[in-house]
């Protein structure tokens, strides 16, 4: 008997720097709070459509175009997504991912970001700034999950890659790229500390 796995979803996770990470983040955090304190537009739109927390998806989403350290997260990034598409085996038709967009999330107790996708992007990924011991990891979706007709449910104790669910514990200093298609969700947050990443797009055309 021959049972072979098709069709795998590849997530990839890795620090972003071997050494001096932790220098790095803390410029960033001063500026990811310098950038929240100084944004009213997105502090608007964060009350209405990110309760309790603040992103600057909506007002300031090019980061990387607008600050020398943001730019510099840029360049750190790159050589992760490079590795991840060669992985995917990706054709780009000599073309080169581009780092299209780039924003910031804060979030403080009990705030969420339900399951969405990132449409018209290729590759999509989180960098986590400043993580509370505790505080919600990424969840990841089956992709396959709408096609379970009359599917049982599978075992408390099945495989990891059986699994309908898979969840990724935020970390700082890591970094989590997927494709843009794989649905995601952050659950509310559980601790009074604030939850601090940044999100980014990749695309080839």
């Known amino acids: 008997m021959s049972i072979q796995a ?5 997530i990839y996770h890795s620090p972003l720097m071997r050494t001096n990470w932790k220098r790095f983040n803390n410029e960033l955090l001063k500026e990811c709070y310098q950038i929240r304190d ?23 989403c090019r980061l990387q175009k607008l600050s020398s350290t943001f730019m510099d997260l840029e360049k750190k990034i ?9 992985h995917l085996d990706m054709d780009l038709d000599g073309r080169e991912l581009s780092m299209t967009d780039c924003w910031l999330n804060i979030m403080p107790k009990q705030v969420t970001h339900g399951l969405h996708i990132h449409p018209v992007s290729t590759i999509s990924g989180t960098y986590y700034v400043k993580t509370p011991k505790g505080c919600s990891s990424i969840k ?18 099945c495989r990891r890659e059986n699994k309908a669910h898979i969840h990724y514990p935020a970390e700082a200093g890591k970094i989590v790229l997927f494709e843009s ?5 952050v659950q509310p947050n559980p601790v009074e500390a604030e939850r601090v990443s940044v999100s980014f797009n990749y695309n080839w055309f």
């Not at 098709?6 to 590849?10: E, N, V």
């Not at 009213?40 to 909506?58: A, H, M, Q, V």
């Not at 298609?181 to 969700?185: K, N, Q, V």
Request: proline share 10%.
């Open 78 to 86: 790159r050589r992760h997504v490079q590795a991840y598409a060669k």
């Open 140 to 157: 990841f979706e089956d992709p396959r999950l709408t096609k379970f007709m009359a599917a049982p449910p599978r075992r408390a104790d």
């Open 6 to 10: 098709w069709f795998p979803t590849f």
């Open 181 to 185: 298609w794989l649905r995601h969700e």
């Open 38 to 60: 100084n944004d009213p537009d997105g502090l608007k739109w964060s009350k209405k459509n990110y309760p309790g927390g603040y992103t600057s998806y909506s007002s300031l």
